[in-house]
């Protein structure tokens, strides 16, 4: 490709380092529909609905009392519809995320051979994008973590189980400040660290140019 093209690469890129990938706040909610669906985790072992709530009500420590448990029973189906549409959001939130985030980091990651090819050292450029695809990553992780436990809460018997609806909705909710917390690394990263080395491969590209036409 040539440098000209090259810079016109770096021009589309540049107004997601200063500001379009703000759009990734967690408060944003989701979608998606489930029965007892499983989950990998890390050991590569399945988990099943009612295991994930198990494992939820074994990290709380203190149980609920027999009024605490009725009055949850007593509201929790009602509630079943803002968790639907929490549910909801979260899966549109999710896609569009994906279009900022990760997308951004496989243009950033695009862009590097073709910089390289022009001559433009990438050294410093290559260690921070894998640090953004990291980042991003980890982001992935607990949105999707924040995503199952929405779908666990939409479709489980809340009076059933009062303490693991209860121990699901606060996981929910520590979950969501994960990803609220990752969105913020991600953003801080790109913003703080990143868009200065960006700035400055963009200046190395365009003196290959003028040493190109000259």
Not at 65 to 70: D, E, L, P, S
Not at 186 to 192: H, P, S, T
């Given at each position: 490709m040539k440098i000209k093209s090259l810079l016109l690469s770096a021009v589309l890129i540049l107004p997601l380092l200063m500001g379009g990938v703000v759009a990734a706040q967690a408060h944003e909610d989701g979608d998606?529909?489930?029965s007892n669906q499983t989950t990998t985790t890390d050991t590569g072992m399945k988990k099943t609905r009612e295991e994930r709530i198990t494992a939820r009500k074994a990290q709380v420590k203190e149980r609920l009392?027999?009024?605490?448990?009725?009055r949850v029973k007593l509201v929790c189906r009602a509630a079943n519809g803002k968790?639907?549409?929490?549910?909801?959001?979260?899966?549109s939130f999710e896609a569009k995320r994906t279009k900022v985030y990760s997308g951004l980091v496989t243009r950033l990651e695009g862009?590097?051979?073709?910089?390289k090819a022009a001559g433009v050292d990438t050294t410093q450029y290559d260690q921070q994008v894998a640090i953004l695809k990291t980042k991003a990553a980890a982001?992935?992780?607990?949105?999707?973590?924040?995503?199952?436990?929405?779908?666990?809460?939409?479709?489980m018997d809340c009076t059933a189980d009062p303490e693991g609806f209860m121990a699901t909705l606060k996981e929910a909710h520590e979950l969501r400040m994960d990803v609220i917390?990752?969105?913020?690394?991600?953003?801080?990263?790109?913003?703080?660290?990143f868009k200065a080395t960006f700035a400055e491969t963009?200046?190395?590209?365009?003196?290959?140019?003028t040493e190109g036409e000259g």
């Open positions: 998606q529909s489930v009392t027999q009024i605490q448990q009725n968790i639907k549409a929490a549910h909801a959001r979260i899966g862009l590097s051979a073709k910089l982001f992935d992780s607990a949105l999707a973590d924040l995503k199952q436990a929405a779908e666990d809460l939409e479709t917390k990752k969105g913020q690394d991600f953003r801080n990263y790109l913003r703080g660290t963009r200046t190395q590209l365009q003196a290959k140019k």
